[in-house]
């Protein structure tokens, strides 16, 4: 006897419940599988990354209701799995870490860069009534961090699946597992055309680094001497450092330190890395343990120059100006970043008469005057914008379609002797979630992107040499 559209669903929606109202993550895929097994072009890139994969990924169901009956497929569960193939088809070796970059002392994953694969929309559904097949389609957005948090390379790729035809009413049940398997194979398929259009154009930034991990596999083999590849460790900092890459060049200093504890130019260099990312108190320590050894060289003499400089922390004053919106965020978090790094001391210029629209007024040069005499040596003007929007989409109807936010800060650096502009700053920072918000989770999730624009602030200025 044929079913009506009706009691189709009514007899869906009763098996459903009987399997615990969830489709679970099909037992037959392999993500390791079926990468040896696609035309997936593989040039692996001999660094170590990491791969950050939220919270909100992690456990994120997509759910349609259909005639009282839930459709999900468990996006989370088989996410993770493809995402680290993803990373192990790219590089050589891949970990889990926990949060985004740029990362300080009290947590710092022993890694080269960044991976963070992102799902901008996702669509499941079944098509027919008494029969048909089931189809996914989504969008993968994957980028590539270097240790500083900035980006190195982004791309962006579309995948779709359908299963086999099936019949609905007679074998829906016992394929249950196909439901799953239909939602993997759209996320594989996105993260395959990455994986080509990454192999394309690696990024040289990445590249740049392949020779060091060569060395240190040969050592690791027996083949080359530690105090070889200390020089090669070095050399590769000494060369990010003068690109101003200074977490980079923190984190092969510090390789070439272990191997070599006792060098005096490795520990100064790393100390001074330790400076322009903020890290006053670990850039102490080295320059201390530089004079401590008494070396012959110069680096004793640099290293004194430069205790002298932390010593005296730079006299800023910080102005806040009018937000575009959301004046609910909490821009407190820019000042404690610039006094946290310990590399500034900040002075009240609430008593100075600081115009309402500093750059724009014609007084503005004797109110820096005024600054100058009460000893601060910077102005900052900042402003803070968010937004918050969907990601583009192909507009299904029932398609889960994340929400991307960005918070940007402007900043304009003043010298208040020189009383002119010195340098302008823009950080722009972005996340996107999947999942359904309230406006207080977008706040805070907003609040969070402000906390790490406020870091990378403080990065820009260090490097710009304010401090």
Not at 51 to 70: E, N, P, V
Not at 253 to 276: C, I, M, N, R, W
């Amino acid at each position: 006897m044929l079913l009506n559209s009706k009691a189709f669903y009514t007899l869906l929606t009763i098996a459903i419940v009987a399997f615990g109202c969830a489709y679970n993550v099909p037992v037959a895929v392999d993500p390791i599988k079926d990468t040896s097994q696609s035309e997936l072009v593989r040039k692996k890139i001999a660094l170590k990354v990491g791969m950050y994969l939220s919270d909100d990924l992690k456990h994120y169901i997509y759910k349609q209701q259909k005639m009282g009956a839930t459709f999900q497929m468990r996006v989370g569960d088989y996410l993770l799995p493809i995402a680290m193939t993803m990373g192990t088809t790219l590089f050589d070796e891949v970990t889990l870490v926990n949060s985004l970059p740029p990362y300080d002392d009290s947590y710092r994953p022993d890694i080269d860069a960044l991976i963070r694969p992102e799902i901008l929309f996702y669509y499941g559904d079944t098509v027919g009534s008494f029969s048909g097949y089931i189809q996914a389609k989504t969008k993968l957005r994957v980028t590539v961090y270097d240790l500083g948090g900035n980006i190195l390379w982004q791309d962006e790729a579309i995948g779709e699946s359908r299963s086999k035809d099936m019949d609905f009413v007679s074998t829906f049940l016992a394929d249950m597992d196909e439901v799953g398997k239909t939602g993997y194979e759209a996320v594989f398929s996105a993260a395959s055309r990455i994986i080509n259009n990454f192999n394309a154009k690696p990024p040289q930034e990445l590249v740049a680094l392949i020779d060091i991990k060569k060395a240190e596999n040969l050592r690791n083999g027996g083949a080359l001497p530690d105090l070889e590849l200390f020089k090669k460790l070095y050399e590769k900092g000494r060369f990010q450092y003068s690109k101003k890459d200074y977490h980079q060049s923190l984190y092969f200093f510090e390789k070439a330190s272990t191997l070599v504890p006792d060098q005096p130019a490795a520990l100064f260099y790393t100390g001074a890395s330790y400076t322009y990312i903020g890290e006053k108190s670990s850039a102490l320590k080295k320059f201390a343990d530089v004079i401590n050894k008494k070396p012959a060289g110069q680096e004793a003499r640099d290293s004194k120059k430069w205790l002298k400089r932390l010593d005296d922390p730079l006299k800023i004053g910080i102005i806040g100006g009018n937000k575009s919106n959301d004046a609910a965020l909490n821009d407190g978090v820019i000042e404690d970043a610039l006094i946290k790094s310990g590399m500034y001391e900040t002075i009240d210029t609430a008593d100075l008469s600081p115009p309402t629209n500093p750059a724009a007024s014609a007084d503005f040069s004797k109110f820096l005057e005024r600054c100058y005499k009460k000893g601060a040596k910077v102005i900052i003007l900042y402003d803070v914008d968010s937004s918050s929007g969907k990601a583009q989409s192909d507009f299904y109807s029932g398609e889960d379609v994340a929400t991307e936010h960005s918070v940007k800060i402007s900043a304009k650096v003043y010298s208040t002797k020189k009383k002119q502009l010195t340098t302008e700053i823009q950080i722009n920072e972005k996340s996107s979630v999947i999942k359904a918000q309230t406006m207080g989770e977008e706040m805070t999730t907003k609040q969070q992107l402000l906390q790490t624009g406020a870091k990378k602030l403080v990065l820009q200025l260090l490097k710009n040499d304010i401090f």
